[in-house]
């Protein structure tokens, strides 16, 4: 099946995210096949990322957004499994510190945009700034842009404002080499329910809740709906968003790992091939190894 077209979205109506299914296609019930493809999948990301790396010609940005308790570091983790480290960088974004707070929105993403050549995750991003501020409009207030007083001017005008910034911003990186690829796990409020229970049942998972979750947890429904106008309106024909039913983690993670090797294999990927004198020079290495006696 091809996930990377199934779970597509560009845009070009109202996403409607409440409606679309949390959980996996029927058709994938057995969870040794799952793991089995996941398997051939992550070697075959990791000979992508050797040719991607060693010919420094491209960079790849994966942006993972999601409700608390979707499965991104699990993602991250498995999926990136086989990829060399020196190739990889992961990148969580958390509340701005007052350095980051002093200058524009993006200021401290732009420092993390991977080197061509790399592979870039962001365990939240950008995005963050058009969904936690607008179901809490305080952030914005507090972190005094420009002529924002008061929460009523954090307002539709305002974010699509940023939207419009996200949209030139990913163009930008498109233009300079960068192949922008975009995730929401979409998971259910009851599904996250029991993952909640998980972590406060089992100790060895305990690290893992926030008394914050539960809090956010009440703003479900605005959260819903952000997440739907920012999708709606950041989503276009060449950096779609991928809205992958995540209730199941085996499954999400085999349609982003699908979804990832397909737009990389859309890449003129190569190693680096050398010309007359590089190659002349390779054979003098060689003859002289072969020359040596001991």
Not at 2 to 7: A, G, H
Not at 25 to 47: F, G, M, P, R, S
Not at 142 to 149: A, K, Q
Not at 260 to 285: F, G, H, V, W
């Amino acid at each position: 099946m091809n996930f990377e077209k199934q779970y597509r979205y560009t845009g070009k109506q109202k996403l409607g995210l409440t409606a679309l299914t949390t959980g996996p296609d029927e058709k994938y019930n057995d969870e040794k096949v799952i793991k089995a493809q996941i398997a051939k999948n992550i070697k075959q990301l990791t000979e992508l990322q050797g040719k991607l790396y060693a010919q420094d010609r491209y960079g790849v940005l994966i942006v993972f957004q999601a409700m608390d308790a979707a499965g991104k570091d699990s993602m991250i983790a498995h999926i990136m499994s086989g990829v060399n480290p020196q190739g990889c960088e992961v990148t969580s974004f958390k509340q701005p510190t007052s350095k980051e707070i002093a200058h524009d929105y993006l200021w401290r993403i732009h420092e993390q945009v991977p080197k061509r050549g790399m592979i870039g995750i962001f365990n939240r991003s950008y995005y963050e700034d058009v969904l936690v501020s607008r179901v809490h409009p305080e952030i914005i207030v507090n972190e005094h842009v420009g002529h924002i007083e008061t929460a009523d001017q954090v307002n539709d005008a305002f974010f699509n404002r940023r939207f419009k910034d996200m949209r030139y911003f990913e163009d930008y990186l498109q233009d300079n080499g960068y192949l922008v690829l975009k995730f929401f796990l979409h998971m259910s409020k009851a599904e996250q329910k029991q993952r909640f229970i998980r972590r406060i049942e089992l100790p060895s998972h305990n690290w893992k809740f926030s008394a914050a979750d539960i809090r956010e947890r009440k703003y479900w429904d605005d959260y819903q709906r952000v997440y739907d106008d920012a999708i709606t309106n950041t989503a276009t024909k060449t950096t779609p968003w991928y809205v992958i039913p995540s209730d199941s983690k085996w499954y999400s993670r085999l349609c982003v790992s699908e979804i990832i090797n397909r737009r990389l294999s859309e890449l003129p990927l190569a190693y680096p091939s050398l010309d007359a004198a590089n190659q002349a020079q390779l054979k003098t290495a060689l003859d002289q190894l072969d020359r040596e006696t001991d």
